[in-house]
């Protein structure tokens, strides 16, 4: 967005005034900017202005959000409704703040799950599941409504709540004109065409272009070093850096574990010390010394995250100047004002308030919402110059910095530790360079042991990042699809999706093949010279042969392999075998028979050539005869030397031979079965063909191909259609439950009210309400119970649920029982399972319903052995308060449960979990 400095050509001012002429809109709008457009900004501006829908795929920080203020700016010119969706409440907020500064707040609205402002009005920012919500409710709020912004569109991946942005797009008018932002993504077109085909006419705008270039680096030790170094000559890719090849080598040879490193003068091997990586202190010192701040660290652990600001705040580093700190204190009263006074130790208030005064703060999911936001705030005014982040930090929030580090290459996804793929890799460091304000961003991996340049060029390098749909129905979208559009028009619908739409292409080059195996089957037919039914008969036939011989070899194994077992059972010490073939072979004297009555016999013999050990059923193909005995000691020392050589040459000394191998005769010539196949298939007509065998070679190829080609044909069965066919399941689920009539086609009153549920535990939350689980629960005891429909433990989270007694201990037990049942019907319709409620959330919203401090449940929880921060706290409340309040409108007040509802989501909308609320 640099202003431009040279002055157009005649002809290039004529072209700028023909241009402004047909995009009036346009030409008003980039007036009253301070910057100059780029291309595909201005692409995607007249695409929208000359009537088109529009994809805008830019890399983090090009400045795509002009397009989607570009619609904002037409609706108002228009005199129409945009709403602007984004997919995390944060980002609401911050893009409600930048559009009131704007248009003033009487023209923007703001919908989130627990803020409603000025709904009605021409701009409301909201999130995308509240527009999801309005379109199955058929909210008026939607009447006038011309544009759809959709920030951060790449979301519809998110394997959680994706489909809520397929939703959105099927089921909006299709009057209205959608502005999807993206991320860069490698099939961007793909995803045009099918928002073409559901949406109509839609321009596609791709920009891979940074606008600040991306200089890569790696810190090994102490040192800073750039991981490329020019380009190699023939292919134009960048070269890795020679010195950090030879710096990496020379630390991992350093600090090599003993043995890998060679030998020293006297054979023994050098002992280096351990490696240890730079401090996160010397690290940001390093970024500060070369004028790399403000920079995010990226930390793929939340107490990781903590434990680095208190790092740097104990070893007294110090980014901020007397006159900033002022400034910090200033905006922190400001943006904690509402945080109970009495709650501020317990949230460690004061230590993160020094850290922040230093310049220095954490930004992950479990901090309260309130010290992420005045994190987010303190950043970009360039108050907080180093932020240690999760990599929640990456999605949506704009907090771009000069530097982002990585400090490892490894992050643990909830099941394992992973590598970084190339995606991951380019949508952290996609933060690095503040456009307008620095020349060029850095992205700086510090080096481990085990880390290759090479692998971070890899990373670098590659810039695949394809969008996957994570669309697939549910049991609230099945009764909303029926009731506003009937089952035949759901499936429609359903078959529009861009999954189905990915599906569908995946199915495409199968197809293909299929096409060509059938074309090469029939060459395979064509090529036989005789009956091709004969030939397939014959086949079968000497199939039938090979099939029995087969049988009798394994029978004969088994056989032998008992015989050879109780053979070496008769064994006695002293007796003397031949071990037939092996490492072993030759003459063997038994020292202990090795016999147990519970596993196969593995006698310890001492061989001819001084070797001691157990044998078993492997080493003798054939049954054991002893060929004669050699007295022994009463006790033998088997590890002594002395004795295993005396006992090898008094072995050698018997004048005892192994006897010749003899081949284990099999019956198969004797089995009258083997017999008659045998007969049948010498009296088959294409048995004395002259061409019988290459006949049957073409027959072998043509059932293998055959084969594939069925397996082919039922990949592609399975993969069409594949989301009509799970919404019949899940309709007649819902049918054998009450939730829609017999033929799955009519919404009932039970599925009115699932209709009105939005959770993860939709069908559950029905159920119970519809059995009565949770009639005569008090406010608290409610909340407890509703609880463990929305909360999910922490995968690493070990510690035992612990519930209160009593009603919230029986219900809970009910609730499990539905769950149960629930859980047996999906798995007889082939439904996904519903998660299983979990309880370790219901203490603590359970006391804190009651009344009782926040330190007070923050230790109650602590004891109990839960990892439960403050922000955590904060935000399962408010997901329970939510589910609460749906509870509520559904029923009513005047409802037993829906009152008690109402009264519980009262009691926890307090203190923290209040503040900060609009």
């Keep these: ?131 999801r919500n309005m379109l199955y409710a058929g909210s008026t709020t939607l009447d006038e409504l011309g544009y759809v912004v959709m920030d951060e569109i790449h979301y519809l991946a998110d394997r959680f709540r994706g489909a809520v942005w397929e939703e959105v797009i099927l089921h909006l008018p299709e009057y209205v004109r959608v502005v999807g932002l993206s991320a860069t993504v490698s099939n961007a077109e793909e995803f045009g065409e099918w928002l073409v085909e559901v949406r109509g006419d839609t321009t596609v705008v791709v920009d891979e272009h940074r606008p600040v270039p991306l200089w890569q680096h790696m810190v090994v030790g102490g040192r800073l070093l750039d991981l490329f170094a020019g380009e190699h000559a023939d292919t134009g890719e960048a070269k890795i850096n020679p010195r950090l090849l030879r710096k990496v080598e020379d630390t991992a040879r350093a600090h090599a574990p003993a043995g890998l490193r060679g030998r020293g003068r006297r054979g023994a091997p050098p002992r280096g010390p351990r490696y240890r990586p730079p401090s996160r202190t010397e690290v940001v010192g390093r970024l500060d010394h070369a004028g790399l701040l403000p920079a995010i660290v990226f930390i793929f652990s939340r107490a990781g995250c903590d434990a680095a600001v208190s790092q740097c705040v ?44 230093q310049g220095i703060a954490a930004h992950h999911a479990g901090l309260l919402p309130a010290f992420k936001e005045t994190v987010e705030e303190l950043f970009v005014r360039g108050l907080v110059k180093v932020v240690f982040a999760t990599e929640t930090l990456a999605l949506g929030i704009n907090m771009p910095a000069r530097t982002v580090v990585l400090e490892r290459l490894v992050k643990y996804n909830g099941e394992a530790h992973v590598d ?43 810039r695949t990042y394809p969008l996957r749909s994570s669309f697939r129905p549910g049991y609230n979208m099945a009764v909303n699809l029926v009731g506003r559009f009937g089952a035949a028009k759901g499936r429609e619908l359903l078959e529009q999706s861009f999954a189905q739409f990915q599906a569908d292409r995946s199915v495409v080059g199968l197809s293909r093949r299929v096409e060509r195996n059938e074309e090469a089957l029939r060459g395979y037919a064509e090529a036989v010279t005789g009956d ?140 009258p079965e083997l017999a008659e196949l045998r007969r049948e298939l010498r009296a088959h007509p294409v048995h004395g063909m002259a061409d019988r065998e290459a006949n049957l070679r073409w027959m072998e190829r043509h059932q293998r191909l055959t084969a594939e080609n069925e397996q082919l044909k039922r990949k592609v069965a399975a993969t069409t259609h594949s989301l009509a066919r799970s919404f019949d399941r899940i309709r007649r689920l819902l049918s054998q439950r009450g939730y829609l009539g017999e033929n799955g ?38 909340a407890a119970v509703v609880s463990t429909l929305v909360y999910e433990a922490r995968r690493d989270s070990a510690a035992e649920s612990k519930l209160p007694s009593g009603p919230v201990a029986d219900a809970w037990r009910e609730t499990v029982r539905v769950w149960t049942d629930l859980v047996d019907d999906e798995r007889a319709h082939r439904l996904d399972r519903t998660r299983e409620p979990d309880a370790g959330f219901a203490w603590p919203v359970y006391r804190w319903a009651r009344g009782e401090s926040l330190e007070k449940v923050l230790t109650a929880a602590e004891v109990n052995g839960q990892e439960l921060s403050a922000g955590d706290f904060v935000r399962w409340s408010r997901q329970v308060i939510d589910l609460l309040e749906q509870i509520r409108d559904v029923l009513g007040r005047d409802h037993a449960v829906g009152g008690a509802a109402a009264k519980a989501s009262r009691l926890l909308r307090r203190g923290v979990v209040a503040a900060g609320e609009v």
């Design 420 to 462: 970084l793929t190339p995606g991951e890799y380019t949508q952290l460091t996609g933060r690095a360079g503040r456009r307008g304000i620095d020349v060029e961003g850095h992205a700086v991996v510090v080096w481990q042991p085990g880390v290759d340049p090479r692998q971070v060029a890899g990373l670098a390098s590659t």
């Design 314 to 357: 104990r070893s007294g580093l110090r980014l901020n100047g007397p006159d900033e700190v002022e400034q910090v204190r200033r905006i922190v009263d400001e943006r904690t004002a509402d945080l109970p006074h009495g709650d501020l130790s317990v949230l460690g208030y004061w230590e993160w308030r020094e850290g922040l005064e």
């Design 745 to 782: 086609d009519d919404v009932t009153e039970h599925g009115r009210l699932l209709s009105r549920l939005y959770s993860e535990s939709d069908l559950l939350a029905a159920e119970c309400i519809r059995q009565r689980l949770w009639n005569g629960l008090p406010p608290a005891e409610l």
């Design 532 to 671: 091709v039914d004969e030939v397939l008969g014959y086949l079968a036939q000497r199939r039938k042969v090979s099939e029995r011989e087969k049988e009798l070899a394994r029978q004969n194994t088994s056989a032998k392999r008992v015989q050879t077992a109780r053979s070496l059972e008769k064994l006695r010490k002293g007796d003397v075998i031949a071990v037939p073939s092996g490492r072993r072979a030759g003459l063997a004297v038994v020292i202990d028979p090795g016999v147990d009555q519970f596993d196969e016999p593995r006698p310890v013999v001492i061989t001819e050539d001084r070797w001691s050990g157990a044998l078993s059923l492997s080493d003798f193909p054939a049954p054991v005869e002893p060929l004669g005995r050699l007295k022994l000691p009463k006790h033998v020392e088997l590890r002594s030397p002395k004795t295993r050589r005396d006992i090898a040459s008094a072995l050698r000394e018997t004048g005892l031979r192994p006897p010749r191998r003899q081949r284990w005769r099999s019956d198969a010539n004797s089995d």
């Design 1 to 131: 967005m640099d202003s431009s400095t040279s002055s157009p050509t005649p002809a290039e001012a004529y072209a700028a005034a023909r241009r402004r002429d047909r995009y009036p809109q346009l030409a008003r709008f980039a007036a009253e900017l301070a910057f100059e457009f780029d291309d595909f900004q201005v692409q995607g501006c007249e695409a929208l202005e000359g009537g088109h829908g529009v994809l805008v795929c830019a890399p983090t920080g090009a400045g795509k959000t002009v397009v989607g203020e570009f619609a904002v700016h037409l609706a108002l010119a228009e005199g129409r409704k945009c709403f602007y969706t984004t997919p995390i409440k944060a980002l609401s907020n911050q893009k409600y703040a930048d559009l009131v500064r704007r248009y003033g707040s009487d023209a923007v609205g703001l919908l989130t799950g627990d803020t409603s402002l000025n709904g009605g009005a021409q701009i409301v920012v909201m999130t995308t599941e509240v527009l």
